[in-house]
């Protein structure tokens, strides 16, 4: 009996031959998956050095991806299978649009799924087609455009076909219905990276009392075993709390880990967390040495278990709803806000 066969036959020996409702059939099912997977894990020995060395010279080892930013890349790696990766900010830092761009970058490698609970389906189209022909989102929503403009997104239309990206807008912010589906989704279309916009709008309900912190332990542990045992990427817009804007002077507006929103889990069970500043928006336009800070978009690097930590620029285009890559001679125009700036040593 093949192991497809002997599956098939354990399904059918725990649904039975009696009339049972559909409810009752899925609930059989999934209590037999539960007590297969128990059981498969118990049944899983360690693997020893001589084992762990033959595979990873073997080459089996986690695939890294590039965002398609390679300031980003030289920083961190790129982002790996199995990871769980944190992008936090405080609103209109750019996460939104920060995620969509890492999300079309991969998804020319990639199957990529992205999960919002922020914007409409139509609305995030409207950025995609933006980020793709440069013409302002606002002109293409309002439907103000030139001849150029319609030439340009036309041929932003069709560049999008050779793109690996799904949008779902109305996905459950249910925990455990989220990891159903990704599953589902991983199994039926490929996905290798999920993207979700944003965390704060996951629940898990199933608490004997209400607690927020508990709440989001739950939840960040579930989806960072779902990018581990499916071995996909899985990147979450975070929000962060108040404490930055009652910091004051040129690094007091920088965020820091602490001030991830809700819970300490989201920086213990994150592989890398990301922090968007833009000094711009508190009206810092200028650093310590009188160069400007206009358009800059800066990603901390927080915490990275694969490599270094430190700070990536790129330049935020509001007018267009982009975000670049700063050329090497841009960079040596910049300085940090504040006076511990180093150059990111070479990865």
């Known amino acids: 009996m093949t192991d497809k066969e002997n599956i098939l036959k354990k399904i059918e020996n725990a649904i039975g031959q009696g009339n049972t409702s559909e409810q009752e059939t899925w609930l059989r099912i999934k209590q037999l998956c539960t007590g297969e997977l128990q059981s498969t894990l118990l049944n899983t020995p360690p693997k020893n050095l001589t084992q762990l060395t033959e595979e990873f010279f073997a080459g089996k080892k986690l695939r890294n991806m590039s965002t398609g930013f390679p300031s980003l890349d030289k920083a961190t790696g790129g982002f790996c299978e199995g990871e769980l990766v944190v992008v936090g900010g405080r609103p209109a830092m750019g996460k939104s649009l920060f995620l969509l761009h890492i999300g079309l970058n991969m998804s020319k490698q990639y199957p990529v799924m992205y999960l919002s609970y922020d914007l409409s389906d139509y609305l995030l189209f409207s950025r995609i087609i ?167 978009l800066e990603v901390i690097v927080a915490k990275n278990v694969a490599g270094i930590t430190g700070d990536v620029r790129l330049m935020f285009r509001s007018e267009l709803g982009k975000i670049e890559d700063i050329s090497s001679d841009f960079i040596d125009k910049i300085r940090s806000v504040g006076a511990d700036f180093k150059e990111m040593p070479p990865f």
């Open 130 to 296: 933006s980020i793709m022909s440069g013409v302002p989102p606002f002109r293409t929503v309002q439907n103000q455009l030139t001849a150029e403009e319609k030439n340009r997104l036309e041929l932003a239309q069709k560049e999008l076909s050779n793109y690996r990206l799904t949008i779902n807008a109305e996905a459950c912010n249910s925990i455990d219905m989220l990891v159903e589906y990704c599953i589902q989704q991983i199994a039926n279309q490929g996905v290798k990276v999920i993207i979700l916009d944003f965390l704060q709008m996951l629940n898990y309900k199933h608490l004997r009392r209400y607690n927020r912190d508990a709440e989001i332990d739950e939840i960040c542990k579930r989806l960072r075993d779902l990018a581990k045992e499916y071995k996909v990427c899985i990147i979450t817009a975070s929000s962060l709390n108040r404490g930055v804007e009652g910091r004051t002077g040129l690094d007091g507006k920088r965020p820091q880990l602490s001030d991830l929103r809700d819970s300490g889990s989201i920086e213990q069970m994150a592989d890398k967390v990301l922090l968007l500043h833009r000094p711009e928006y508190y009206g810092i336009i200028e650093d310590c040495n009188g160069n400007s800070l206009r358009g800059l």
